[in-house]
């Protein structure tokens, strides 16, 4: 089963600040980077080639050096700063109706998590995202209705983050523990930051 009107979008702009020794998307989990267990997931969940959303040219050509040649690059909106420049550039390029986006460093991303969470959207909601009871959100493992997103995104400010474009939008919020046995919700929410966070998933 797959979400076709669903474009996964993969945050690949960062700086991996916190990561010693190069650039995270880079690094491998059994041979393969980090960006292509990503890309390979959302593409498995939706049948069609993700968006890498990337700062600038010479970040497009490390990636394209790893990922298949039909996966489509897209650029960071100028006008906000870090993880939301690249959500919204990611939103831009999409060319369905709702986008599942995700952080670059997720080699555990889920593909029946995706489809799982794309099966709780509805008529009435912008976004569906998990969240643990008394949590925040999982803005980077969540689905946006491209339209509701991006008509509100003249009232976030330049600095915010992917959360307070949530904040603006109706969203279903999916506790953790209605995911359903066959989904390995944990797995596919864990992300990278560190070497230390590399070698636990290795």
């Given at each position: 089963m797959t979400a076709p009107d669903l474009t996964g979008v993969v945050l690949a702009g960062g700086e991996s600040s916190r990561f010693e020794g190069g650039d995270k998307a880079l690094a491998t989990v059994d041979g393969r980077p980090?960006?292509?267990h990503v890309v390979t997931a959302l593409e498995r969940a939706t049948g069609r080639s993700p968006v890498v959303v990337v700062r600038d040219a010479r970040c497009e050509e490390r990636y394209a050096n790893v990922l298949p040649a039909h996966v489509r690059?897209?650029?960071?909106?100028?006008?906000?700063?870090?993880?939301?420049a690249g959500l919204l550039g990611g939103l831009d390029a999409a060319e369905t109706g709702w986008v599942f986006a995700a952080g670059c460093d997720m080699p555990g991303l889920?593909?029946?998590?995706?489809?799982?969470?794309?099966?709780r959207?509805?008529?009435t909601v912008g976004g569906v995202a998990v969240r643990p009871p008394g949590g925040v959100r999982e803005s980077l493992?969540?689905?946006?209705?491209?339209?509701?997103?991006?008509?509100?995104?003249?009232?976030?400010p330049r600095a915010a983050g992917p959360q307070a474009l949530l904040d603006e939008l109706a969203v279903r919020d999916v506790?953790?523990?209605?995911?359903?046995?066959?989904?390995?919700?944990a797995a596919s929410l864990a992300n990278v930051n560190t070497r230390a966070d590399l070698g636990t998933v290795e």
């Amino acid at each position: 089963m797959t979400a076709p009107d669903l474009t996964g979008v993969v945050l690949a702009g960062g700086e991996s600040s916190r990561f010693e020794g190069g650039d995270k998307a880079l690094a491998t989990v059994d041979g393969r980077p980090l960006v292509r267990h990503v890309v390979t997931a959302l593409e498995r969940a939706t049948g069609r080639s993700p968006v890498v959303v990337v700062r600038d040219a010479r970040c497009e050509e490390r990636y394209a050096n790893v990922l298949p040649a039909h996966v489509r690059f897209a650029r960071d909106d100028e006008r906000f700063e870090g993880p939301l420049a690249g959500l919204l550039g990611g939103l831009d390029a999409a060319e369905t109706g709702w986008v599942f986006a995700a952080g670059c460093d997720m080699p555990g991303l889920s593909p029946a998590a995706v489809e799982w969470l794309a099966e709780r959207r509805g008529s009435t909601v912008g976004g569906v995202a998990v969240r643990p009871p008394g949590g925040v959100r999982e803005s980077l493992h969540a689905l946006y209705a491209v339209e509701d997103a991006l008509s509100v995104r003249s009232a976030l400010p330049r600095a915010a983050g992917p959360q307070a474009l949530l904040d603006e939008l109706a969203v279903r919020d999916v506790p953790p523990s209605e995911a359903p046995s066959t989904v390995d919700l944990a797995a596919s929410l864990a992300n990278v930051n560190t070497r230390a966070d590399l070698g636990t998933v290795e």
